[in-house]
């Protein structure tokens, strides 16, 4: 199983906040990763937090890291339709790779 | 932001035949980029990871023999599947880290992806 745990789906009302949770084993991760993927599509990087932060913004974004529990959350406000996709949370591990959640679909609904 | 592309999007092969994938990084240098395969629903399994000049590292359980990495130049890296199978089909992604410019050497960027049919 992957060292990085996210839940599966989460499904949200248009105009409402969504919010993804990870939890992660490796406490030496540097930087840990928001990315969105879309239908057919790549990954799409939103998002990444240094891991001696709390909280990152960016726009809608919202990045929550205790490090102590070792846990992230991604808040989106005001979610759309458009961000309707997988949100994978990923840690980055020595030698610059990356080790990714199973993914969350996100379904938003009207 | 960095950009980085792979060509074909999408092929439909025939069993034992091989397959090239590019992947590039459009406006920035890779001295690394990575292979993933993602399953149906399922995360992101790192297959390798490619570094320009010398020979790719691969994950555990993946056949080096099969899955040939060459990383000739700071902006392209090719995987070619050898003696393709069905159970070779899935989607394949790669990734490129920058050294300078647009590209940030802390994060990895992401190709749009090819999705391999093989019959």
């Known amino acids: 199983g992957e060292d990085v745990e996210q839940s599966l789906f989460l499904s949200v009302r248009e105009g409402d906040s969504s919010v993804i949770n990870c939890t992660y084993t490796?406490?030496?991760?540097?930087?840990l990763y928001w990315y969105k993927q879309e239908p057919g599509a790549g990954l799409q990087l939103l998002t990444y937090?240094?891991?001696?932060?709390d909280m990152k913004q960016d726009q809608r974004l919202t990045v929550l890291l205790n490090k102590k529990d070792k846990h992230l959350s991604l808040r989106i406000a005001d979610t759309q339709t458009g961000d309707s996709a997988i949100y994978f949370c990923?840690?980055?591990?020595?030698?610059?790779?990356?080790?990714f959640g199973a993914g969350t679909t996100v379904t938003v609904r009207a | 932001g960095a950009v980085v592309s792979q060509h074909p999007s999408r092929v439909i092969c025939k069993s034992g035949t091989s397959v090239k994938i590019e992947c590039r990084s459009l406006?920035?240098?890779?001295?690394?980029m990575f292979w993933y395969r993602q399953f149906p629903k399922k995360s992101l399994m790192l297959m390798a990871t490619?570094?320009?000049?010398?020979?790719?590292?691969?994950e555990q359980g993946v056949e080096k023999d099969k899955f040939l990495i060459n990383h000739a130049s700071l902006t392209l890296s090719t995987l070619t599947v050898t003696s393709a199978h069905p159970e070779d089909s899935s989607f394949y992604i790669c990734?490129?880290?920058?050294?300078?410019?647009?590209?940030?050497?802390?994060?990895?960027?992401f190709g749009p992806g090819t999705r391999l049919t093989v019959l």
């Open positions: 490619s570094n320009e000049g010398s020979k790719a590292t691969y």
């Open positions: 406006d920035f240098q890779a001295t690394t």
């Open positions: 990923a840690e980055r591990l020595g030698d610059y790779k990356l080790s």
């Open positions: 990734s490129a880290r920058g050294t300078s410019g647009k590209g940030s050497t802390d994060t990895q960027y």
């Open positions: 490796d406490s030496s991760s540097t930087y």
């Open positions: 937090i240094f891991s001696n932060m």
